[in-house]
């Protein structure tokens, strides 16, 4: 029954410690993008296009399975290299192909 006594003392220094681990993580996501020659361009930027593909991939499997629309995009918006298929809707439709044959 000692130990509530010697663990209170570690509380404000773990809550102190979180707090700045949050601090500097919200710093840090928020340069993640500085002086990247995307950032102004409309779309969806290449390095979180397979993201992009893989919750558009997730949404409408969803929506077929349900059989409701979820209120996403009517087509997936566009991205910084929509000139032909992206490696990223490449890589989605090889996740989907083996998600699919289970392989």
Same mark, same amino acid.
């Given at each position: 029954?000692?130990?509530?006594?010697?663990?209170?003392?570690?509380?404000?220094?773990?809550?102190?410690?979180?707090?700045?681990?949050?601090?500097?993580?919200?710093?840090?996501?928020?340069?993640?993008?500085?002086?990247?020659? =995307?950032?102004?361009?409309?779309?969806?930027?290449? +390095?979180? !296009?397979?993201?992009? /593909?893989? %919750?558009? #991939?997730?949404?409408?499997?969803? =929506?077929?399975?349900?059989?409701?629309?979820?209120? +996403?995009? !009517?087509?997936?918006? /566009?991205? %910084?290299? #929509?000139?032909?298929?992206?490696?990223?809707?490449?890589?989605?439709?090889?996740?989907?192909?083996?998600?699919?044959?289970?392989?």
């Amino acid at each position: 029954a000692q130990w509530p006594l010697l663990a209170w003392p570690l509380l404000p220094t773990i809550a102190g410690l979180w707090w700045l681990f949050r601090r500097a993580r919200l710093t840090q996501i928020g340069k993640r993008c500085d002086g990247c020659p =995307e950032l102004g361009a409309g779309g969806v930027c290449s +390095g979180y !296009a397979r993201q992009a /593909a893989c %919750v558009r #991939s997730i949404e409408s499997e969803i =929506e077929r399975a349900l059989d409701l629309q979820l209120g +996403g995009f !009517a087509e997936p918006p /566009a991205t %910084v290299e #929509s000139a032909g298929p992206t490696a990223a809707s490449k890589n989605a439709s090889l996740d989907r192909q083996r998600y699919q044959t289970g392989s």
